[in-house]
């Protein structure tokens, strides 16, 4: 299993760009990196999906280098509401035994 | 849009008791998913099942047992209910394709007394 870590928590103040590494080493071929927003009392949402280089959407962008064995969401110009738990999740949906969530990072913005 | 439902926002049970956690998804999709989340420790698999009555062991099956009669209803059941269960519970769906997102429900806090 590709075992992930995240940085538990970081702070950013409001209009910032935020970054948010996870190291996954042991990352198969065959595995996607997915990211999760997850707000209190709610369940996670999906945020955003690749397999290699750069992929954009409305709300973020994610990172991956050459070797995969890292990736980096990227949040342009956070808001108050950005606020949130985010998780790395490594692994094809296809083959669920082989999904691994990070612990997830606490992202506090400030005003 | 996507709608994972699950029965209960807040349940509190028994030590002994056996307990039922039900997931109805509108979406067709294949895959279900139960998961439990500890503070510090993140989302853990429990079960998934990628059809009807099929069914396989996540990372920490023990103590539970799930059941898929309905391509839509995914249910997970506390045998014999534990303080250790004591956790918050979310159920996801996702298509059958290879690397689809999953969506979740909002999640069953349940209380183990």
């Known amino acids: 299993l590709a075992k992930t870590t995240q940085p538990i928590s970081m702070d950013s103040y409001e209009g910032q760009e935020v970054n948010i590494t996870c190291s996954h080493n042991?990352?198969?071929?065959?595995?996607?990196i997915t990211w999760y927003q997850q707000f209190p009392s709610q369940g996670p949402r999906f945020i955003i999906q690749g397999y290699k280089t750069k992929v954009t959407n409305e709300v973020a962008s994610l990172f991956i280098p050459a070797d995969r064995k890292s990736s980096t969401l990227s949040l342009p110009r956070v808001s108050l509401s950005d606020t949130a738990v985010y998780y790395c999740?490594?692994?094809?949906?296809?083959?669920?035994?082989?999904?691994?969530f990070g612990s997830g990072t606490q992202l506090t913005v400030l005003p | 849009d996507v709608k994972v439902t699950q029965s209960s926002r807040y349940l509190v049970k028994r030590t002994g008791e056996k307990v039922f956690l039900e997931c109805v998804q509108d979406?067709?999709?294949?895959?279900m998913f139960w998961y439990r989340q500890d503070p510090g420790l993140g989302l853990r698999l429990i079960y998934f099942s990628y059809d009807v009555k099929m069914k396989e062991k996540g990372d920490i099956p023990e103590g539970y047992s799930v059941s898929r009669e309905k391509k839509e209803r995914f249910s997970l059941i506390l045998e014999s209910a534990s303080t250790n269960q004591t956790s918050m519970y979310l159920c996801a769906s996702s298509p059958g394709t290879s690397n689809q997102p999953q969506h979740f429900g909002d999640g069953t806090r349940l209380s183990i007394l």
């Open positions: 999740l490594v692994g094809d949906s296809g083959s669920a035994r082989q999904l691994t």
């Open positions: 042991n990352i198969a071929t065959n595995d996607y």
């Open positions: 979406m067709d999709h294949e895959n």
